[in-house]
């Protein structure tokens, strides 16, 4: 897929965010930096804990308001720095410009609510269409994600959805007002394989259609390389490489990404030989550690690692990766043979 | 949905034969016997009263008897008032109690709503330490406590209120604020809690994506979704009611159907308490039936449910 070259549509620049708990203070994100190009799909990769949702809810200003504290960096969407608008400002953004989906869609709607006016609702606060105007969208927006008997379907509850179904209500109603940005915080994870290809699927051809830039969160590589243009790969709070999609499955940069290529199954290999599980547990976000967040787990750390957070290294254009290993200083190290070797 | 109907219905007859005679049998192991309380009467005065009520009869007898005029509607004549006729007394007395209890579940649902809600929007404020001590007290201060503080408080000492009697309406705002206390400390931290479940729940986080205003979030999707178990909890919170509206009537001497099933436990006057404790397992088990229904009317998954039968 051809890596679209384009201006950001929005910048995330070194966001830092925590939330204050009992426990102490859960710096979730800490320190990421992405941006998003019109019309591409920008895919966020990483394990459970990275911060990937944290992050995506900080866009849309989600994140609970009684302990969220935003610790730093700037979130730039039309020249304004999301991070600073009023709530008033926000809710004109949420919806009309930046729209997301969740990725529960068994939980994601009100289900006491009949679908179609979960949709209208959207439409008649940001559009200001009358109620006749709004369920013809709606029946509209139901159709282009490929719900069929739009009008039957619109009087019915969520219950009467199955998962998929679901999720691709959620997406109309993320679709309403025609958003620049979509968010989708790891869609197809609660889907059965068949599913969520059909959901990917979907993505795609909208994005094609309405050409919207997404941003894509996964923890599945898996599900990235027939979606989306470029990946940035995220742990411990922060982006730890970026590049196209090319560039991270064929030439990744960082023992982290390597692990997480070797995770993926293969579905022409023997499976059991195949995947490779990292070994260890992701950084505790209350105590995040000083250097490296993989560092603890890395098989190639050195003593640099532990000690220093290391700066970004820049291979291409796109790709880049915060790791020791490429300092001139550091041992020559192959990356193994399971990653070299993979489609 | 008939059917379905139709078999709450046989269930709620079982439930309430069952209550019939057990509280029927149970009333028999009370000490003493209703006519030998009172010393006045001769042994032959007490066999013609025995047989006029037909104590003299064995035990399956008496229940027979009592369950057949049970099936006529006939709720038999009270042992006290000359004989007059339970279901009269009880017609007499009940306009009072439901009075009052209407009265108390109104404020209480009122002010414990509101409680709730504000106390679950705007956690760990002001609203919410007042709701949270009104919700201790209300809960852990028994009515037989509270009704006397208050009586005491303001209406001796501060003499806002009457302290007894039901002369007015003015009478009634005291022992109907003793009771609204317990409804509203319930459903107030129920409802508390019910809203934070609800807010923190992925729709909401939907509905705020979807640019709604803080006060749409609530209106259309937070509150109804807190309310469908508040259903739940109507029927303990009946019962509770009840035996409240005993207590505080026979504090407060007010003459409802409360004050008159303690006495007539009292005056073992076995027809009264029978028919009391009919009434109000009736009202039990209706207020089970329609916490179904309404139950099917707020939350349209069960709705459905329903209908596939
Ligand atoms: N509201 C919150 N309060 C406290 N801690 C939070 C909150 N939200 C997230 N966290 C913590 O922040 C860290 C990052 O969480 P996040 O949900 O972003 O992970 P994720 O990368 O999306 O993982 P997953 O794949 O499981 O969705 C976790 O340690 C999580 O426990
Ligand atoms: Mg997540």
């Given at each position: 897929m051809a890596t679209v070259n384009g201006e950001a549509i929005l910048s995330v620049d070194d966001l830092r965010i925590s939330f204050s708990t009992y426990a102490g203070?859960?710096?979730?994100?800490r320190g990421a930096t992405f941006d998003l190009r019109r019309g591409e799909t920008l895919a966020i990769v990483g394990e459970s804990g990275s911060g990937k949702s944290v992050a995506a809810r900080s866009i849309m200003r989600l994140n609970p308001e009684s302990n969220t504290i935003v610790r730093g960096g700037e979130i730039i969407f039309e020249g304004e720095d999301l991070l600073k608008l009023s709530e008033k400002r926000m809710l004109d953004i949420r919806g009309p410009k930046i729209a997301m989906v969740f990725q529960d869609p068994m939980t994601s709607l009100d289900p006491t609510m009949r679908v179609g006016r979960q949709i209208i609702e959207s439409l008649k606060q940001h559009l200001g269409m009358s109620g006749r105007q709004a369920a013809e969208r709606a029946a509209e927006l139901l159709e282009l994600v490929g719900i069929p008997h739009a009008e039957a379907r619109l009087k019915q509850y969520p219950h009467q959805f199955s998962g998929g179904m679901r999720q691709r209500v959620v997406i109309a109603i993320a679709l309403a007002c025609d958003p620049q940005v979509l968010i989708a915080d790891e869609p197809t994870t609660a889907l059965d394989v068949t599913i969520q290809a059909q959901i990917l699927e979907l993505l795609r051809e909208l994005q094609e259609r309405l050409g919207m830039s997404i941003v894509l969160i996964t923890h599945d590589l898996g599900v990235v390389a027939?979606?989306?243009h470029r990946i940035a790969v995220m742990y411990g709070g922060k982006i730890i490489e970026t590049g196209t999609v090319r560039e991270i499955f064929y030439t990744p940069q960082m023992p982290y990404t390597w692990g997480l290529l070797a995770s993926i199954p293969l579905p022409t290999a023997d499976r059991s030989q195949d995947l490779i599980p990292i070994p260890g547990t992701p950084p505790d976000a209350t105590d995040p550690p000083k250097g490296c967040p993989f560092a603890a787990r890395?098989?190639?750390?050195?003593?640099i690692c532990e000690d220093e957070v290391p700066g970004y290294t820049t291979f291409s254009d796109e790709h880049r990766a915060a790791c020791w290993l490429h300092h001139q200083m550091a041992p020559n190290v192959e990356r193994p043979a399971r990653i070299t070797g993979a489609k | 949905m008939l059917k379905y109907t139709l078999k709450r219905l046989v269930n709620a007859f079982v439930v309430l034969f069952i209550i019939t005679t057990a509280t029927w049998f149970l009333m028999q192991l009370l000490p003493g016997s209703p006519i030998q309380n009172s010393e006045k009467l001769t042994p032959e005065q007490e066999a013609q009263v025995a047989e006029q009520y037909n104590l003299d009869e064995p035990l399956p007898v008496q229940y027979a008897l009592y369950m057949s005029g049970l099936l006529r509607g006939d709720l038999g004549d009270s042992y006290q008032f000359g004989g007059r006729s339970v279901t009269g007394i009880i017609l007499e007395r009940l306009p009072v109690s439901i009075f009052l209890g209407t009265q108390a579940i109104i404020v209480g649902l009122v002010v414990g709503l509101f409680l709730g809600i504000v106390s679950a929007l705007k956690q760990n404020s002001i609203w919410d330490s007042g709701a949270a001590f009104l919700a201790v007290l209300g809960v852990s201060v028994p009515d037989f406590v509270l009704a006397p503080l208050a009586q005491y408080w303001l209406g001796l000492k501060l003499g806002i209120f009457p302290i007894a009697f039901f002369e007015s309406w003015w009478h009634s705002v005291l022992p109907s604020l003793v009771l609204a206390t317990v409804v509203a400390a319930v459903i107030a931290t129920f409802t508390r809690t019910e809203m934070l479940e609800v807010l923190g729940q992925d729709y909401v986080t939907l509905a705020k994506a979807k640019g709604l205003s803080r006060l749409a979030v609530v209106l259309r999707h937070v509150l109804r979704n807190s309310m469908i178990p508040l259903v739940t909890i109507m029927l303990p919170l009946t019962a509770a009611l009840v035996t409240g509206v005993l207590i505080v009537e026979t504090v407060f001497s007010i003459p409802g159907l409360g004050e008159q099933f303690v006495r007539s436990i009292f005056e073992k006057d076995f027809p009264i308490i029978m028919g009391t404790t009919i009434l109000f397992s009736v009202f039990f088990v209706a207020s089970y039936l329609l916490q179904d229904i309404l139950y099917g009317i707020i939350d349209p998954r069960i709705r459905v449910a329903g209908n596939r039968e």
């Open positions: 203070e859960v710096q979730a994100v027939s979606t989306a890395c098989p190639y750390a050195m003593r | -």
